[in-house]
Nanobody, 130 residues
Framework: QVQLVESGGGLVQAGGSLRLSCAASGRTVSMSAMGWLRQAPGKEREFVAVISWVRGSTYYADSVKGRFTISRDNAKNTLFLQMNSLKPEDTAVYYC???????????????????????WGQGTQVTVSS
């Protein structure tokens, strides 16, 4: 099994930046893709960004494209999300998630909904003030 622990959330003013990290441990060789999803109060969890763990290719939600960057350090089994030009509507709990599904190893397809992920972190709060 894979265990995920997020860090780096906090309070920031609109226009500011934050960098989230997610440390993976356990059977990380099984991971095909890792992503970030978020859940705002009263809303369903939504996809933010995903990266192919082997190939490094990425895919973003339209709402964050050009502002957020997902990356990973395979040697340290760590996933990152650099968030720039933050907006109040980015306020949410951000979750790191990992998928071990075989169809995502190629980097041509990505998990973009909750049930396409197998393991989840505990979440980290990001609050953007106006």
């Amino acid at each position: 099994q894979v265990q995920l622990v997020e860090s780096g959330g906090g309070l920031v003013q609109a226009g500011g930046s934050l960098r989230l990290s997610c440390a993976a441990s356990g059977r990380t060789v099984s991971m095909s893709a890792m992503g970030w999803l978020r859940q705002a109060p009263g809303k369903e969890r939504e996809f933010v960004a995903v990266i192919s763990w082997v190939r490094g290719s990425t895919y973003y939600a339209d709402s964050v494209k050009g502002r957020f960057t997902i990356s990973r350090d395979n040697a340290k089994n760590t996933l990152f999300l650099q968030m720039n030009s933050l907006k109040p509507e980015d306020t949410a709990v951000y979750y790191c998630a990992a998928s071990a599904r075989g169809q995502y190893y190629s980097g041509k397809n990505y998990p973009v909904v909750e049930d396409q992920y197998d393991r989840w972190g505990q979440g980290t709060q990001v609050t953007v003030s106006s």
